[in-house]
């Protein structure tokens, strides 16, 4: 089983400022990730696909970058909808699909 | 407009059984391959289940393997989770997914979740 380790836990960024979530895999997931943000009493909400690319409607203060084992989810200028807990999840090579244990985005 | 609505949850004793559903709307579901998803309260996200569009190929995680059964009915564009012999742990919000192949196989659109308690 893949194993994904999110850091830092909780990141503390002010409005305006950069946020920078990093996702580690324990062995190659090549760019089969997603990221997904969550909010408080809802269901998660997919950002990024493919390592990269966004999904829907999403802003492009959203992006995401890596392949193999390392990845990174930036968010550019924080808006404060942006503070929530986000989860990277791998989907290669599966089952099991397996989500990090997810990085909390609060206001500094 | 895409929806996914989930249905049946609620308290249980252990050892006890359940069936969520989940209705979807706005897209030809038998297109789309669907999972569960669930998420202990106050804890990250687990997979819980995968089904093919057909309902040929089925997956489960290891944590559930033996006593939840995932099925499907495209007639009536709905998705199932039973779940038997229930443990306290697996108290937790069920969310269904969307799987998108387009997307690589990320898991595009998700219900609102509906809570499954199990204690005696």
């Known amino acids: 089983e893949i194993v994904m380790t999110q850091s830092p836990a909780t990141l503390s960024v002010s409005p305006g400022e950069r946020a920078t979530l990093s996702c580690r895999a324990s062995?190659?997931?090549?760019?089969?990730l997603a990221w997904y943000q969550q909010k408080p009493g809802q269901a998660p909400r997919l950002l990024i696909y493919?390592?990269?690319t966004r999904a829907t409607g999403i802003p492009a203060r959203f992006s995401g970058s890596g392949s193999g084992t390392e990845f990174t989810l930036t968010i550019s200028s924080l808006q404060s909808e942006d503070f929530a807990v986000y989860y990277c999840?791998?989907?290669?090579?599966?089952?099991?699909?397996?989500f990090g244990q997810g990085t909390k985005l609060e206001i500094k | 407009e895409v929806q996914l609505v989930e249905s049946g949850g609620g308290l249980v004793q252990p050892g006890g059984s359940l069936r969520l559903s989940c209705a979807a709307s706005?897209?030809?579901?038998?297109?789309?391959?669907m999972n569960w998803v669930r998420q202990a309260p106050g804890k990250g996200l687990e997979w819980v289940s995968y089904?093919?569009?057909?309902?040929?190929?089925?997956y489960y995680a290891d944590s559930v393997k033996g006593r939840f059964t995932i099925s499907r009915d495209n007639t009536k564009n709905s998705l199932y989770l039973q779940m038997s012999s229930l443990r306290a742990e697996d108290t937790a919000v069920y969310y269904c997914?969307?799987?998108?192949?387009?997307?690589?196989?990320?898991?595009?659109?998700w219900g609102q979740g509906t809570l499954v308690t199990v204690s005696s």
């Open positions: 997914a969307r799987e998108n192949l387009t997307f690589g196989g990320a898991l595009d659109y």
């Open positions: 089904i093919s569009r057909s309902g040929t190929t089925i």
């Open positions: 999840q791998h989907y290669n090579n599966w089952p099991p699909y397996t």
């Open positions: 493919g390592a990269s």
């Open positions: 706005g897209f030809t579901f038998s297109t789309y391959e």
């Open positions: 062995q190659s997931v090549s760019s089969n």
